[in-house]
């Protein structure tokens, strides 16, 4: 399992991105963890940035 520990941290390394980009860096590391195994499931990913 990825794990909310994982997300987190892949979260917390790429806070600097856009919405976007943190969107795809959190599904590229999705990818990386789960290698040539089958996805058994969807994604689903909302990021929404406030900036002051």
Request: net charge neutral; hydrophobic share 50%.
């Amino acid at each position: 399992m990825f794990g909310k520990e994982r997300f987190k941290d892949l979260i917390k390394q790429n806070a600097h991105l856009s919405a976007e980009e943190l969107i795809e860096s959190i599904i590229e590391g999705l990818l990386a963890f789960r290698k040539s195994i089958r996805q058994a499931d969807d994604i689903t990913l909302v990021v929404i940035k406030i900036t002051a």
